[in-house]
């Protein structure tokens, strides 16, 4: 069985890629937001889980508005990053394992969740600037672990609802129980919190709905599944609908979770970062 260790939920802003590689932790603006990765790096080092899945939005590098799958698995060995404009260093491949995204594919689909598997994937800010803050050495970790990429769509209306978030989370869930492998899993959820992008609210973030998010999260995320999509976008701004990942990321976790550490920080970029670690009851 793959053991479901807990999950971790981070903001993925590409700026926060720049200020990696110019060594910009100290600085008064980012030190408030990169504070909160120490406790959740050494809980990652004292657990080493073998498989980070990483469920993530994809922003156009992987997908763009000819072809957007609802939900994405990826199936390969590796996952390439590639230059999407940001001016962030790109990073080596990330190790694949094909066998553990074939077997979720298989659950999923065996429970009536239609997803595209994807043999070839490259992965975004989405994803790497997460694998970044938790893994800094990255492959020269010894405990950096296998990834597999889920990506859902939050680009081209209309995306899936927070209870179908949540429902995809705990089929995940049934998926990985049934894996005939020992092995450790740990589930990312990235994105968010509350932020617009572009149009008239530019700039929008929300900090009482955020909190609220926060909190319900962790305890009682059945109530999150009311929110409608539509009072997603008018609560958290257009792209604050990167929240749907961290309820898929909490559907997987199973009913009782224990917060260990928690981090909210406005504004990094355009964006309300919110930190959170959920660790799965032994
Ligand atoms: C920003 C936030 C995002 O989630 C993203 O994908 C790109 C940019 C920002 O706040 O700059
Ligand atoms: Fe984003």
Redesign the pocket.
Known sequence: MAKIIGGITS?????IGNAIANRLFEEPYWKPFFDGYPPIRAWLQKEKPDVAINIY?D?GLGFFLDKMPTFAIGAATQYQNEDEG?GIPQLPPFLGDAKLSWHIIEGMVADEFDITSCQELAVD??FTVPMQLLWPELSKDPNFPRTVPISANTVQHPIPTLKRAYDFGKALRRALQSYPENIKVVILGT??LS?Q?DGTRAGFINKNFDLMCLEKIVDDPEALTKISRHELVREAGA?GT?FLMWMMMRGALGEKVTSLHRNYHI?????AAGTLLLECAA
């Open positions: 903001s993925h802003i590409p700026a939005n922003h940001w800010h989405g994105g968010g932020h992008l792209q990167e504004p990094i970029s355009n964006t």
